[in-house]
């Protein structure tokens, strides 16, 4: 679930944080991605080919619609974890929290950051899952798996991190147009051609 996500600099020239971020990712979520695009496709390519009519265009764009989707929810969520800030990429938008400015981060039914002004942001990389939460409080929290350990580790580097001069600031978001856009064209698309068939 972890794994570093750029080499330090290479050029001689220092890279923006002294070590390696550290990824945090649903295997699971994109292991269901590659299956949900394989039949997906399957069957989209099918009827691109074979079916006649109306069919092969709004087959079209149910996979301009679907694909993207698919790729936003499945592979593109992770949690990147730096010297100075958290980086938050869910299905739609990118969120960068500088250290300083997270107040706290929980898992309750979804494992979230709660910055200082209040503002609250869903980490989608990192599921919750009630099972291990279970295992976790019959332990007695000494043995924490799963996204405890993940939130435990994250505000262990919060702690760590937050008086750093260079982890100061306001949270940033920045939603993905790559991703909303091609849906949002499949969606209208699919929906002038089923009104037309």
Same mark, same amino acid.
């Given at each position: 679930?972890?794994?570093?996500?750029?080499?330090?600099?290479?050029?001689?020239?220092?890279?923006?944080?002294?070590?390696? +971020?550290?990824?945090?990712?649903?295997?699971?979520?994109?292991?269901?991605?590659?299956?949900?695009?394989?039949?997906?496709?399957?069957?989209?390519?099918?009827?691109?080919?074979?079916? !006649?009519?109306?069919?092969?265009?709004? @087959?079209?764009?149910?996979?301009?619609?679907?694909?993207?989707?698919?790729?936003?929810?499945?592979?593109?969520?992770?949690?990147?974890?730096?010297? +100075?800030?958290?980086?938050?990429?869910?299905?739609?938008?990118?969120?960068?929290?500088?250290?300083?400015?997270?107040?706290?981060?929980?898992?309750?039914?979804?494992?979230?950051?709660?910055?200082?002004?209040? @503002?609250?942001?869903?980490?989608?990389?990192?599921?919750?899952?009630?099972?291990?939460?279970?295992?976790?409080?019959?332990?007695?929290?000494?043995?924490?798996?799963?996204?405890?350990?993940?939130?435990?580790?994250?505000?262990?580097?919060?702690?760590?991190?937050?008086?750093?001069?260079?982890?100061?600031? !306001?949270?940033?978001?920045?939603?993905?147009?790559?991703?909303?856009?091609?849906?949002?064209?499949?969606?209208?698309?699919?929906?002038?051609?089923?009104?037309?068939?």
């Amino acid at each position: 679930m972890t794994s570093p996500a750029q080499p330090p600099g290479e050029s001689g020239k220092p890279s923006e944080s002294a070590s390696a +971020d550290r990824v945090y990712r649903s295997p699971m979520a994109m292991v269901g991605g590659v299956l949900l695009l394989g039949i997906g496709l399957w069957m989209g390519g099918d009827a691109v080919f074979r079916g !006649d009519g109306l069919t092969p265009w709004t @087959a079209l764009a149910a996979l301009l619609l679907g694909v993207p989707l698919v790729a936003a929810f499945t592979f593109r969520p992770a949690v990147y974890a730096g010297d +100075d800030r958290l980086r938050v990429r869910n299905p739609f938008r990118t969120v960068v929290v500088p250290w300083a400015a997270v107040a706290e981060l929980r898992s309750t039914y979804s494992t979230e950051v709660v910055t200082r002004d209040g @503002a609250k942001y869903q980490l989608w990389a990192v599921p919750v899952s009630m099972r291990q939460r279970k295992l976790n409080v019959r332990s007695g929290g000494k043995h924490l798996v799963g996204s405890e350990a993940t939130v435990e580790e994250l505000r262990t580097l919060a702690e760590q991190n937050a008086v750093r001069p260079t982890a100061k600031g !306001d949270p940033e978001v920045r939603w993905a147009y790559g991703f909303i856009v091609p849906a949002l064209v499949g969606l209208v698309a699919l929906v002038v051609l089923l009104a037309l068939g």
